[in-house]
């Protein structure tokens, strides 16, 4: 148990890498939020899942069947939904506004 042999007993290097990319992933996301604003972090994380799934399918073989698919992009407009930001999908097919002078 834990107060044998203390919280740390077990890990070893993979689980330290994991803990480091995690604390370093929180830092990367506080500079974003600080830097840019919300809408850019939830691009970021959009991009981020796409392009895990892309990975995985190149070097571990991921087999892509249509509910993954709509898994990746329900979960892609759900962070958009929680930050109440939602994109707006339609923005193609309304005309650009001409910029004045």
Excluded at 45 to 69: E, K
């Amino acid at each position: 148990g834990i107060l044998t042999r203390g919280f740390f007993h077990g890990y070893n290097p993979w689980i330290w890498a994991s803990v480091c990319n995690n604390a370093f992933g929180g830092l990367l996301i506080a500079a974003v939020i600080k830097y840019a604003d919300n809408i850019l972090k939830n691009f970021a994380t959009s991009v981020s899942i796409v392009l895990t799934t892309a990975a995985s399918v190149q070097y571990f073989g991921l087999a892509l069947s249509w509910p993954f698919i709509l898994g990746v992009a329900c979960v892609c407009y759900s962070v958009f939904l929680y930050s109440g930001s939602t994109p707006d999908l339609l923005s193609f097919l309304r005309p650009m506004k001409e910029k004045p002078g």
